[in-house]
């Protein structure tokens, strides 16, 4: 999948994530059911071991991209001071393939499978040109925090 940076929209518009937890930069594509994510691994990422990007690392950004389609109705207004919160209730499966290195950029899929009220079963994949790195169904939540 080709970058424009035309096409690009920032991803915290649409996440409460902030550095050093924030593990993508930009959504490529966005619907109700499916958002792409792109994310550059830096070297000093605190999922970076041994110039690895670790699992770990790759699940938080699948959670992350998979959050995108939910955090949408909640930060349409990039103005508001809009408070969610949001965690990965279940991780159905997960297969990890290979571990992308520090300097890479990763595209993050996901596919919403399906939804009830703030719950949603999301199938989510993450490559590194054309290397699949991981593949997961995801289960979250994600509610607004009522001040």
């Not at 207004?77 to 408070?83: F, L, M, V, W, Y």
């Not at 991780?91 to 596919?111: D, Y």
């Amino acid at each position: 999948m080709e970058i424009r940076e035309d096409n690009r929209i920032n991803i915290h518009n649409f996440l409460p994530h902030r550095e050093p937890m924030l593990m993508a930069d930009y959504i490529l594509e966005l619907t109700q059911e499916k958002v792409v994510t792109s994310f550059d691994i830096k070297e000093d990422n605190i999922f970076v071991h041994n110039n690895e990007f670790v699992e770990a690392g790759l699940i938080e950004n699948l959670a992350q991209t998979c959050s995108s389609i939910l955090g949408q109705s909640f930060f349409e207004n990039p103005e508001a001071d809009t408070k969610v919160i949001g965690f990965i209730t279940s991780i159905k499966k997960i297969e990890v393939f290979a571990l992308p290195k520090a300097g890479h950029t990763i595209i993050s899929r996901a596919e919403l499978v399906s939804q009830f009220e703030n719950i949603c079963k999301i199938f989510c994949e993450t490559f590194h040109n054309d290397q699949l790195l991981i593949r997961a169904d995801i289960n979250l939540f994600i509610q607004e925090i009522k001040s």
